[in-house]
Structure formats: C-alpha cells, structure tokens
C-alpha cells in the first residue's frame, strides 16, 4: 500500500509539473503601457497604444515567441505625471507583469527608469524590463543610465546634431528663436540646440529662448509676437502634441512665414492647424517618415491605414516596431521570457528595420539608427504618396543621416545586477 501511495505520489506530481509547465507556455508575455489616456495629451498616448497593438498584432499573427506564447498589451494612465506613472507601474508590478513601456514624457521616464531599477535591486526574482520608445532625453542614456532601461529613439543631442548640421548649411538663417516646453526634455533641447549652433554656426545668434508649461498653454499668440518682434530667422522646438499644434496654428493665424525646425511637427494635429501654410517651410528630424520611399516602409505604412481605417492618425513611430520586433527576437534568442535574459539579449543586438541595419549599443542601451530630416510639402502621388492625417501635405526627405553618423560619446557607468 505504501508503494502505491508512492507511486500514486510521484505520478500526481510529474501530472502537476506537466501541466504547469502546459499553463505556462499556453501565458502571454504581458507589456504594460504606461503612457497618457487622460488629460491634454491623451491623442498621443491613444496613438502610442494602436502603434504597439498593431506590432503586437504581427509578431502574434506568425506565431508569437517561444514556438506559441502571445503577446499581450496592457494599458495604463500616466496623466503624463511622473508620480501617477510610477503608480502605474507598481499596478503593473501587481498584475504580474514584467516588461513595460512608455514614450510620452522625459520626466515620466526618468522615473520609471528610477521606480524600475530600485524595485528590481529589491526583487531580484521579479525583475522589471523597460521599453522607452519616445522619450529622449539624453540623461536616459548617460548620467541615469540603468541596466533595466532600453530606448528604441534618438535622443535629443543625435537628432539636434542632424537638424542643427542643416540650419548651419543654410547662410539665410542669422537669428534663431528657441520656444520649448519647461520640463526635462525642453530643457535639453534648449542646451543642445546652443551648444551645436555655437559650434557649427557660431555668427547664428539667439534672439529669443521662452520656455512655457507642458501642457497648460491654450493660446500662443503672446509668444509669436515675441517671435516675430524679435526678427528671427527661424524657430527652433521641440514642442510635441497640443503644444507643437497650438504653437504652429497661431503662427499661421498671425502670418509668420519663417522656417520651423522641429523634432515632432509631423504628430497629431501640426498638420491640419498650418494647411498649405507650412509648405517648404514645417521641417521635422525623425527616425523616419512616411515618404522615405523604401518599400518596407510603404508596406507598413498601407498595413496601418488597413487596419485603422478612420484615418484618426499615421503611422509615426518606427520606435514601438523596432522595441516589439527586437524583444521578440531577444525572447527567442534567450529561449526565455525572463527580463535579465532578455536584457542580455538585446544589448548589442542588431536588427533590419524598415530604413535599414539598427543595434542596440551595450555600453548604455541607446538604439543606433539612421534619422532624417524632411520637409512639409504638398503631395504629389510620387515622391510624396503619404499625407499626414489625411490633409493633402506630407513630408520630403531633405537628408539621411546614418546611424554610425549618430553615435555620440557617452557618460553612462552601467550597473549590472
């Protein structure tokens, strides 16, 4: 009897060992979306969720990772406010979830950066991988670097080295005025933007340098008088969502033709507020745009307007593909979904993005890509086939800029666990 109990024993364990590791396999590997849903800012957040849904949707339509586990997107209100983010993560935490992303807001992601590499000191068997896809600022990378953080955009001082190389090339421009929004992120623009033109154009003066409230302005007006009593030749921002928007409307509203050099005009609503207005005048450094003509791009491009029919928004961020694609390749190169796995895995990994070859640099987890500064022009079914929200006017590229020519020293002393 004793040997039956046994036996009985060892076969009731093997049947619960095997079908947990069935109930394992058959788990999605979640990814908790902390970005804005609520507030001013909440079209961008919404954008950000459909640009990881149809990412997710790919990599699960030809069989996941790990030979059949499913991605699955779990979303969360940031309110673009660090505390409510960091909140948000802990819920993340609390649901089991271990990798997360965000883009919207330099200083939500200092935070999480923060939030996650203390929570993952503390809990080393349930460590937490974070996906930056769109907020750059350069400390991320370099002073506040963590092992835990990865970020699929360029920061500030790579994309101001590629705008500011073609405002240096342009003799028309003598006077610059710097409009940003005063928080983290602004005021890295703002820094950059002074060092790189004060090497590479030294006679270019500033003639103006506002920063205003992330979020809270509703008219510009006040601020394109100043730009226009000032004299300058172009504006340089790094305004991003209702703030880029409002900022170009009033300019259109009080006719200021001058040159905009901006990182973000091509997001939601720049567009429709300037109309033919912006035309050879709206410029944008991106990691990519619509009209780059490669035919990877355009297949991605005609996938996203398939699948979001009511043209509400563009495909815009090549950023949430190249973190999705390249976790998933990590998971199947780590034959794991554990994060520090998984973050071994992608520190110097390589990866054919739509533009070309991308990597993740080891020594700070910043991806190396090409990026490209383009200008606002009417579409003419050629050059130019895509529009941006369905307006007419769309995006030229001016310059390629590739990835070795981005790579800038950096000050991260990473930590590894």
Known sequence: MALFHSRAGALAA?????TASLAQAADTVKIGYIDPLS????????????????????????????????????????????????????????????????????SVALALSDAVAKHNARNPEQTVLYMNYAAVDPALTNDKCNFWHFRFDADVDMKMHAITNVI????????????????????AFTRAAKEQLAKKRPDIKIVGDDLH??????????YVAKIKASGADAVLTGNWGPDVTLLTKSAHEAGLKIDFYTFYAGGLGAAPALGDAGVGRLKQVTTWHQNVGLEKV?????????????????????????????LAKAIDQ??????????????????????????????????IQPLYVSTYNKIDGKELKFDVERTGFGFKTDVRVEGSDTKLPTTCKMERP
Do not use: C
């Open 14 to 18: 093997m049947l619960f060992a095997v």
């Open 39 to 106: 507030g001013a800012f909440a079209n961008v957040g919404e954008t950000g969720v459909r640009h990881w849904q149809i990412a997710i949707d790919t990599i699960n339509a030809r069989g996941g990772v790990l030979g059949g586990t499913k991605l699955e997107l779990v979303t969360f209100d940031s309110k673009t406010n660090p505390n409510d983010a960091v909140l948000a993560f802990k819920q993340a935490v609390d649901q089991g979830i271990r990798y997360i992303t965000q883009g919207n807001g330099s």
């Open 168 to 187: 240096a090339k342009n003799p028309a421009i003598k006077s610059v005025y710097l409009i940003n929004q005063d928080y983290s992120f602004g005021q």
């Open 213 to 222: 409230p992330l979020g809270k302005v509703k008219d510009f007006a006040p």
């Open 298 to 326: 355009t297949k991605n491009v005609l996938a996203y307007r398939e699948k979001y029919k009511d043209g509400k928004d563009d495909l815009y961020y090549s950023s949430v593909r190249e973190a999705a694609e390249m």
């Open 334 to 367: 780590a034959k794991s979904a554990d994060p520090h796995k998984v973050a071994l895995a992608l520190e110097g990994m390589k990866w054919e993005n739509d533009t070309g070859e991308v990597y993740m640099r080891a020594d700070n987890h910043q991806l």
